[in-house]
């Protein structure tokens, strides 16, 4: 990824031995050095490094862009994309897979995928297709969203606000009952696991297995969590495109991390709640830049009283109170307030 990267912003990134054809036609590669930069076996590297490959886009009116020996064809008059002479090295050697619907989607909206990242996921051959797209970021309503991200045991909660007052606001969780059911199996699994080991059973066919088990778990509770983030992400653009609003996003993961140790949630609980709430902070910006919907980050404090900035006392049920002048607000709608301080400035 990290070479993807620097190739994809221009930088010359010097390739170990790879078929010349490939060499040439790597995005952005400008010259092929036989280097020893990586200093691993081409196959091992070629394994664990996605390689960025040039696209060529025919259109439906045939038209066409990128260059004509690109080895991915991206074909939308036949809706399929031709991987050539990745596979195998060989001139004549074509696999041709079916075009992803979200691809035709966002090239309906006006993307373009200049290339596209072949590598290994889960030790399959994967095809990373990446759209990209030029917006300015439309003039924001009077609305104004805003999205203070947490650990997911108190949630990612929005607030619509307009003209400065708080219209809709909600946290959001996944399942956090399945997620924990899956974490508490992971844990006595674990735990078996440990017993095993101790014995130094752990390499045994039942060891083996068990341990097979425990990865399978923690995947679903992974895929559970990132497929809620997924969701979430894609809820909360829709909304703020209706109503061209400002967003406003507080990323406090590490504060969330330290309230996770105070409230004494074990550690590999603590890691699951914090699971891919960076990935969705990620994926949200993508998205939002996507569909050119503004966006600032801003310091929300929950703690801190957005009338006379005292330091807020905690009651019963997430519930702040301020003892200087009487604010009195749940613990998730605490940023909004802060929010619209900001919008009134
Ligand atoms: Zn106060």
Redesign the pocket.
């Known amino acids: 990824m990290a070479l993807t990267n620097l190739a994809y912003r221009d930088y010359e990134v010097l390739v170990p031995d790879m078929l010349k054809y490939v060499q040439y036609q790597l995005y952005g590669f400008k010259n092929y050095t036989r280097s020893l930069v990586f200093g691993t076996m081409p196959k091992r590297w070629f394994a664990e490094t996605w390689v960025p490959l040039k696209t060529v886009r025919i259109y439906s009116n045939s038209s066409m862009k990128g260059s004509r020996v690109a080895p991915v064809a991206l074909d939308f008059r036949d809706s399929v994309i031709k991987l050539r002479q990745v596979c195998k090295n060989e001139s004549r050697y074509v696999v041709t897979i079916p075009m992803p619907e979200w691809v035709v989607e966002r090239v309906k909206e006006g993307g373009d995928i200049k290339f596209a990242m072949i590598g290994l996921e889960n030790d399959e051959p994967y095809l990373a297709l990446v759209a990209e797209r030029v917006v300015e970021p439309y003039q924001p309503s009077n609305y104004m969203l805003v999205i203070d991200v947490n650990a997911w045991n108190n949630g990612i909660t929005w607030g619509l606000i307009r003209d400065g007052s708080i219209i809709r606001w909600k946290p959001e969780r996944p399942r956090l009952s399945e997620i924990e059911s899956l974490y508490n199996i992971s844990v006595r699994l674990g735990r078996k696991y440990g017993r095993l080991k101790r014995l130094g059973l752990h390499k045994t066919v039942e060891g083996r297995r068990l341990w097979r088990n425990i990865k399978r778990v923690r995947r679903k509770i992974y895929a559970k969590l990132r497929d809620y983030a997924q969701k979430l992400v894609h809820r909360l653009v829709r909304k703020a495109l209706r109503h061209k609003a400002l967003v406003i996003i507080d990323d406090m993961i590490e504060e969330s991390r330290r309230e996770l140790i105070e409230e004494r949630i074990p550690r590999g609980l603590r890691k699951v709640y914090l699971a891919e709430t960076r990935r969705f902070v990620k994926l949200l910006i993508t998205q939002l830049e996507w569909y050119g919907v503004p966006y600032e980050f801003k310091r929300l404090p929950s703690t801190i009283?957005p009338?006379?900035k005292?330091e807020l006392t905690q009651e019963e049920g997430r519930v702040m109170v301020?003892n200087?002048?009487g604010?009195k607000a749940p613990r998730d709608k605490v940023p909004m307030h802060w929010a619209i301080l900001y919008q009134c400035i």
Do not use: L, M, S, Y
């Open positions: 009283c009338i006379c005292h301020c200087n002048c604010f």
